[in-house]
């Protein structure tokens, strides 16, 4: 498999970049990188329905949900040791004693979505190392345990290998039963893999975009900086980098390289490292699911999480990774494309000390002599005619989001920035996806006019039997029948001429177009 990809590979520079070759998994979610919590970072095995509806209260109350941390993922040790006399997976009883169902239930009234852990083979990881009892690993449950998830509302699997046997294709197969059992269940569900857990590390060995919306391409992450593996555990923030960087070119919507579950806040790291570990992430365009104690964040932490620009980076609708444009192994520069022409830069220090790092617009894709460089964490602006610098202290990533040029229309910017009177905008949708029993549409919401908009709000009427599954780029207030999409915070701006895009999946036929589409601003 390694020599396949390898023959694939263009030589450039000396680096072999892997072509993508495969096409995403079309299930019509995690159109971009999905945003959440996961239990395992900070609690391991130690879980239960008290401490999840605790994280989920927590990540409403903190305003992180509505930012897009929507997935609240409960990782290993949640269900009973035992399947039932039927064989159905069940939730641990004194761990969960309202059951999964009920779980997913609470997390949905309060407009989060509901992921669970699960492996492939018959132990989970906490199983395998005996720190759980029993057996229950979804080998020859395949179908049984799709359906047992997707009746609990489950919107977000993630499946570990965690087994040192089996080769990469018997992996590919066998990661492949359950993508197809989680489609034969018709929800619409986030497929997260693990190929490396206890295993030759195989996840930077393809592109598994066949196979999966999301890959580790790492062993576990920890809370440190450099723990000197290049792909063994445990890894810190810089080892995972150095693994993920040259996979830029699997990412795309609906499939994403993931170097796993986030560490700031949880200690072991300066503040400048913790925010580079996340704009790392962002501009990566990894997923961004927090692993500290939500109810307990300093204000180090919910400023790093909370970064508007940075959350803008990373969830923008291209869904691209940022390419390497240099590293002479201390400075690092990495350039990511985005929706509006604009291109997000990072400014990566790996060595010890304080540098500068320069790069130019040329070498990130834009040409003109004049743009306007955003720092995505002071939010000052600041122009330039084609020099793109900084000091950079040990450890820190600047970044920029750099617009103008002329390849690049002008920036709508995350944050709001007064302007003139609306200019008012209008909402064109297209039909993307159509499989018969569910669809996905996009919505692009058009400023016409000169200034720019703050603001826009998509009302809408569904064909009958429609009801929304997934909406990703908006705020939705409805599931069925005449439904009204608001803007996030960080794509309400649209500058004059320029246009923002929300997507959907739904329940029903797509051959009717959904009627009495307008757009308004405030
Ligand atoms: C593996 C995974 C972790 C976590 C544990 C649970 O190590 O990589 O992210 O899910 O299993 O046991």
């Not at 903190?62 to 997935?71: E, F, N, P």
């Not at 229309?409 to 995350?414: D, G, I, L, R």
């Not at 720019?452 to 809408?460: E, F, N, R, S, Y």
Request: with cysteine; aromatic share 8%; net charge neutral.
């Amino acid at each position: 498999m390694v020599r396949t990809l390898l023959a694939a590979g263009i030589l450039v520079g000396g680096l072999i970049v892997l072509e993508d070759q495969a096409g995403a998994l079309d299930n019509g979610v995690a159109r971009t990188p999905p945003m959440g919590w996961n239990s395992w970072n900070t609690f391991g095995c130690n879980i239960n329905e008290t401490l999840i509806k605790q994280m989920a209260d927590a990540i409403v109350n903190s305003g992180l949900r509505d930012l897009g941390y929507k997935y609240v993922v409960v990782d290993d040790c949640w269900f009973d040791p035992t399947r039932d006399s039927a064989g159905n997976l069940r939730g641990n009883p004194s761990r969960f004693p309202g059951g999964m169902k009920a779980l997913g239930d609470y997390l949905h009234a309060k407009g989060l979505k509901f992921g669970i852990y699960q492996v492939p083979v018959d132990k989970t990881c906490a199983q395998y190392f005996g720190s759980y009892p029993g057996a229950t690993g979804s080998q020859g449950h395949e179908v049984q345990d799709a359906k047992q998830f997707a009746a609990w509302g489950v919107d977000y699997l993630k499946y570990d290998w965690c087994s040192p046997s089996g080769t990469i294709d018997d992996q590919v197969r066998t990661f492949a039963k359950m993508r197809d059992a989680l489609a034969a269940t018709g929800r619409p569900i986030v497929y997260s893999i693990n190929p490396n857990s206890i295993h030759a590390k195989t996840g930077p060995q393809r592109n598994w975009g066949d196979v999966a919306n999301l890959w580790r391409t790492t062993e576990d992450i920890t809370n440190k900086w450099n723990t000197g593996q290049t792909n063994g555990y445990p890894m810190g923030i810089q080892n995972i980098v150095d693994v993920t960087v040259p996979l830029a070119s699997y990412a795309k919507p609906g499939a994403f390289n993931d170097p796993d579950m986030m560490e700031i806040g949880r200690g072991g790291m300066t503040d400048t490292e913790m925010r580079s570990h996340f704009a790392l992430w962002a501009i990566m365009a990894s997923p961004l699911i927090a692993g500290n104690d939500l109810r307990s964040m300093d204000p180090a932490t919910t400023t790093i999480l909370k970064n508007q620009n940075l959350i803008a980076i990373n969830q923008d609708p291209l869904g691209l990774q940022a390419r390497q444009v240099s590293n002479d192994g201390t400075r690092r520069v990495l350039a990511k494309k985005l929706g509006n022409g604009d291109v997000a830069v990072a400014l990566f220090n790996q060595g010890a000390s304080t540098t500068t790092i320069s790069t130019t617009a040329s070498a990130i894709g834009l040409t003109g002599d004049s743009f306007t460089l955003r720092d995505a964490w002071t939010n000052t602006v600041s122009s330039s005619t084609g020099t793109i610098s900084a000091a950079v202290p040990s450890h820190g990533t600047v970044v920029y989001r750099v617009s103008g040029g002329t390849s690049s229309t002008p920036t709508p910017t995350p944050t709001p920035t007064p302007s003139g009177p609306p200019d008012g905008c209008t909402a064109t949708y297209r039909l993307v996806n159509d499989w018969g029993t569910g669809f996905q549409s996009e919505v692009t919401v058009s400023n016409p006019g000169p200034s720019a908009i703050d603001g826009w709000t998509v009302k809408m009427t569904l064909a009958g039997g429609q009801t929304i599954t997934s909406l990703w780029n908006g705020v939705n207030t409805g599931t069925s029948g005449a439904i009204a999409v608001k803007n996030t915070p960080y794509n309400g701006t649209i500058a004059g001429s320029g246009s923002a895009t929300f997507g959907f999946t739904a329940n029903g036929s797509g051959s009717t177009t959904p009627t009495g589409i307008t757009c308004t601003t405030p």
